[in-house]
């Protein structure tokens, strides 16, 4: 998994903001479904300045309490990101 700087990922911001404009798009489609969780999204690992070490930050965040409906409306945004080169994945988040 590829780790960003933070200036690399100010490069990215017109790819995450047209996932998150997806992303939006798709949640009007579903309603909430699951286990209650915090913290899930579309996250990439950056270091942030003045850091050694890289930090997983989560760019474009599930707008659902619920894993099966936040899981369902990012994936066309995750496939969006994937296929225009960023290395990011699905982050679960934390059961509330």
Do not use: W
């Not at 798009?25 to 969780?37: K, P, S």
């Not at 066309?76 to 080169?85: P, R």
């Amino acid at each position: 998994m590829k780790t960003y700087k933070h200036k690399e990922l100010l490069n990215l911001e017109r790819l995450i903001f047209n996932a998150n404009v997806l992303s939006s798009r798709d949640a009007q489609e579903t309603h909430d479904q699951g286990t209650c969780v915090l913290g899930s999204g579309i996250a990439l690992y950056v270091v942030p300045p003045r850091c050694r070490n890289a930090k997983m930050k989560v760019v474009v965040p599930g707008l659902f309490q619920g894993n099966v409906s936040n899981r369902k409306h990012l994936e066309n945004a995750l496939k969006y990101l994937q296929s225009n080169g960023v290395e990011c994945f699905y982050f679960d988040g934390y059961i509330d």
